[in-house]
């Protein structure tokens, strides 16, 4: 099956069991962001869809990317935040998690481990 890039937000709202309307409504107030199209109609970035159902604790739709063999860099100031994230994702994938409290961290882990996934919390 091919990796989406960009998800439907009817797609989204599946991937939550919520509905579109409350996708709708995490878009409009910056919790979900989203890009227009020139027709209207709205597209999301698939890494954000996958790290919104990380917090959450939701699995990981096989379409939005198989992460088992993947390495993922968390970024995030708020560690405890982060290390809940790894865990879950480490358990709902079992792929490589590597967390970076700071910048400089961050760019550590960039320079030498070259992860998959950037997740910035």
Known sequence: MKKKSWI???AAAQYFCVGLSTIR??????????????TGHLRILARDVVKALLRQGKPIPQE???????????VDTDCESAEAMA?????ASGCKVSV??????AK?????????LVLFG
């Open 64 to 74: 939005l990317g198989d992460l088992s063999a993947k390495h993922v860099l968390i």
């Open 108 to 116: 550590g882990f960039l320079n030498g481990l070259h992860p998959d």
């Open 25 to 38: 409504e995490w878009i409009a107030s910056g919790q979900l962001r989203a890009a227009k199209l020139p």
């Open 8 to 10: 439907q937000p009817s």
């Open 100 to 105: 970076a409290g700071t910048a400089a961290d």
């Open 87 to 91: 865990t879950m994702l480490l358990t």
